[in-house]
Every structure is written in structure tokens, then in C-alpha cells.
């Protein structure tokens, strides 16, 4: 076994705080990793503080992870010691699946199990990037190639595959009008990927100061959705839109701006219902609202290298590890642009 340091919870009203664990030792297929950053993602207070009713304690959280490899077993062949490394929201899934076949394997029949909180339906508790190191099957670390600003990179993880990945489902190109709703963690990877792709993006903000930082992003219109006359000059027009906000809140006035045949996809995971849909507003344009959840192995590779090639990285601000309550609470007030990254050299301090 390894002898690991992190911070973890161990109740949903404690803060996280240091926490000393053991690691396995790396196995014939497995990659120990050195994590120099993690990101903080809003799933990571949703689970330290069990609004989703599902948290295995005690609970490391942290599924952004970038670092160096240190150690690998016998039989990996996709990477060697120093090498950078990256790891996502899973750590495994049954690889037998049609999903698991089709490299899909977030929607794994049996249940992906996740970097932290286990098996999506139960087992053993697994702890993620709030951590000095982890190690992790050969077939679950993604390869980094991007030159620099690592810690940028490692909201990527989360947050660019989470919107890479319907983008890519639903054909998101050059001559397209796409919507992104929120300029949040999620929202902001949306705006630079779908502008990378070649689409002419459009924000929604309910926060009319949040205007110079998405054309600075990339949006090509930003719009105020409290306002109606903002909103109805958009009417029937989108080929896409993509919502990230992570708050119930009314789908209506957005999924009236799609064309007919066209998509609105949900990210965003909000502890309670979104108000339900009208229904005369799908059936009459034949328009879809799809949910979609982060992406496979592959994808998510494929995520970083286009990432890296049209140099992509997230907004990030740089936090120690004991910050990390102080930060949950202000990613509440949503006071950070746009994410939170632990520096992982700050654990050694702490």
C-alpha cells in the first residue's frame, strides 16, 4: 500500500479538513500519479455536503486531476515515468457493456465508478484529487500534451469534456448559431469550445456585467435573459443551445429560441427538479431537450488534443488546499472566474 495525504470530509455539515489514507500499490495495469493540480468542481460540494443524497464518507473529492507519473506496472505501454498525466471523473466501468463496447463508458449499464463517491450504483468508496497522488488503471489516464499552464488544463477535465462532448453529438460547426446559458465553470469551457469549432456563440447571462468577459471569450452576442425584448429578438433562430446553469430554473423562454428539429442540452446537475417544460413548446417545432454527462475515455482524449491544438485552457484562480472551504462558499456566491484550482504543492504546508 501508499501512504497518501488529502483533505476529506466526514459528515455533510464538517469542513474538509487534512486526512492521512493508503493508496493501492500500482498493479501490472496501473499508473501511480503525482497530482500536482485539481480542479473544483461544483460536483465536488454537491458530494462533500450530500445534496445528492448519495456521498460514501469519508469523502475526497476532486475529479480534475493533472500530474506527473511516477511509477507505472509491467504491463502499461501508454506511458512511462515523468510523463504527464490526467484524470477524469472515472476511474473505471465494467468494459463489457454495450456502452463500455462503443467507448461510451459514462453510460455504463453496470455503473462507471467514479474517481471519488464508488460505483455509481454502489460498492466500495473510492477517494479522488484532493490528494497527493493516485493511482489509476492505464485505461482510465488520459495523455497531456498541452505545453504549459497546467493547471489550467485541469478543469479540462470536468469542465471541457462535459461541454465537449454534446457539442460534438449534436455537430456543433462553422455556419451554426449556438446558444451557451450560464458563464460559469461549465459555461465558459462552452463558449471557447463551441467559438473553436466555428460556431457564432451567443451567452445568456442573467448578469448584465458578465458581458465584457464573454466577448472576451469568445461569444459573438451576449444576451441578458431577464429581459424579454433581449430574448424575443432570438426567437426560433438557434441551431443549438447548451445550458449549464446549475439551478433550477425556467426552460421555457430558452427552448423557444431553437428551430424547428433543433436541440437544447442540459449539463448542469441542480439538487432539485428543473419546473417542467411546456410541452406545446416541443411538439409544435419539434424541438428536443437532451441531457448530456461528461464523456468516454476516448472522447475525453480527444477533448484534450483538440484543447491543446487551438490552445484552450480554463479561467482559472489558484487556491492552497486549506483554502478549500472558504472556496466552496464563495463558488456559492458564484465569486470565482471561472474555477478554482488547487495548487497540490500547497498539501505539503497544510
Not at 127 to 140: A, K, N, P, Q, T
Not at 197 to 209: C, D, I, K, R
Not at 311 to 324: A, F, L, P, T, Y
Request: charged share 20%; net charge negative.
Amino acid at each position: 500500500m501508499i501512504e497518501a495525504k488529502g483533505y476529506a470530509t466526514h459528515s455533510p455539515d464538517s469542513p474538509l479538513q487534512p486526512y492521512d489514507f493508503q493508496r493501492r500499490s500500482p498493479g501490472a495495469s496501473d499508473v501511480q500519479i503525482e497530482i500536482l493540480y485539481c480542479g473544483v468542481c461544483h460536483s465536488d460540494l454537491h458530494t462533500a455536503r450530500n445534496e445528492w443524497h448519495n456521498t460514501l464518507y469519508p469523502s475526497v473529492p476532486g475529479h480534475e486531476i493533472v500530474g506527473r507519473v511516477v511509477a507505472v506496472g509491467t504491463a502499461v505501454k501508454g506511458f512511462k515515468v515523468g510523463d504527464l498525466a490526467g484524470v477524469g471523473c472515472m476511474v473505471d466501468s465494467c468494459r463489457s457493456c454495450p456502452s463500455c463496447g462503443e467507448g461510451l463508458e459514462q453510460y455504463c449499464e453496470n455503473g462507471f465508478t467514479g474517481t471519488y463517491n464508488g460505483p455509481v450504483f454502489g460498492g466500495e468508496n473510492t477517494l479522488g484529487g484532493y490528494s497527493d497522488s493516485i493511482v489509476v488503471d492505464e485505461e482510465f489516464v488520459l495523455r497531456i500534451s498541452h505545453s504549459g499552464n497546467l493547471a489550467a488544463v485541469a478543469p479540462l477535465l470536468c469542465a471541457g469534456i462535459t461541454t465537449y462532448s454534446p457539442l460534438r453529438q449534436w455537430k456543433v460547426g462553422p455556419g451554426q448559431k449556438v446558444g451557451v446559458v450560464g458563464l460559469g465553470g461549465l459555461g465558459h469551457m462552452a463558449v471557447k469550445i463551441a467559438k473553436a469549432m466555428g460556431a457564432h456563440v451567443v451567452l445568456f447571462t442573467t448578469s448584465p456585467g458578465k458581458r465584457e468577459d464573454a466577448l472576451r471569450l469568445g461569444a459573438a452576442e451576449v444576451v441578458v435573459s431577464k429581459d424579454p425584448q433581449e430574448m424575443n429578438t432570438h426567437l426560433n433562430s438557434f441551431d443549438f443551445i447548451l445550458d449549464t446553469v446549475a439551478a433550477p430554473h425556467d426552460l421555457n423562454a430558452f427552448l423557444a429560441l431553437l428551430k424547428r428539429d433543433c436541440t437544447m442540452t442540459l449539463v448542469g446537475a441542480p439538487d432539485s427538479p428543473h419546473p417542467s417544460p411546456d410541452v406545446f413548446g416541443l411538439i409544435f417545432k419539434r424541438r428536443r431537450l437532451a441531457g448530456s454527462l461528461i464523456g468516454g475515455i476516448a472522447e475525453t482524449q480527444e477533448m484534450l488534443d483538440f484543447c491543446a491544438e487551438h490552445g484552450i485552457v480554463s479561467e482559472i484562480e489558484m487556491i492552497d488546499i486549506k483554502d478549500i472551504n472558504e472556496a466552496y462558499e464563495r463558488m456559492l456566491r458564484s465569486d470565482v472566474k471561472y474555477r478554482f484550482v488547487i495548487d497540490m504543492a500547497s498539501l505539503k504546508a497544510a
